[in-house]
């Protein structure tokens, strides 16, 4: 009997499906290589920003700049280090000059970065910013949302899976700010680091 693949093996299909699909061909075309995704295929969490910066375009991996540092601090601030979680963003190639990635780029990502969460199958999608929170749960504001979890329902043929799969999935979405808005504003950085440090206390309740 053939043997199921492994969520590093579906993940590894999904980076590849995208480079031969030739995925948003404008921002492949300006940026150096495709920012996929970094961390344990097996964690609970999976961290969602926005799309990758100068540093993330030059080294191929999501979060590893000033925001990615701050972002590290406050997993340790919850005993977690960045190996033990997943963590990539909506668009997957660094929009030129850092500008923000357009409606039809997040478009066309959506269905692959479902795909990476289907594979995972995180207990806790945590969404870093506005673009990557609308993609999730549209029509609410950040500031009046942030930090509380929201559970949403999603037909699998939503997601690009079988269009003919008309069954219904949960899952528990967690909106915060994004490091690189709060890094530099007192208040909202507070805020960030106060809505993480619950993020084990909303794990505990997930069923
Ligand atoms: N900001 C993001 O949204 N993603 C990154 O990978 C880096 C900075």
Redesign the pocket.
Known sequence: MKKDKSKLELLEDIKGDILAQNICPELAASATQL?FGDGSPDSEIVFI?????KN?DLQGL??V?A??KFLNEMLEGISLKRQDVYIT?IVKYRPPDNRDPLPSEKTVFLPYLWKQIVAIHPKLIVT??RHSMESFLPNVRISNVHGQPKRIRIKNSELGMKKSDSQVAAWVVLPLF?P?AALYNGSMRQTLIDDFARIPHILAQIK
């Open positions: 920012v920003g926005e799309a990758p910066g993330e999501p979060f700049g925001a990615g963003n870093l910013g994004h690189a």
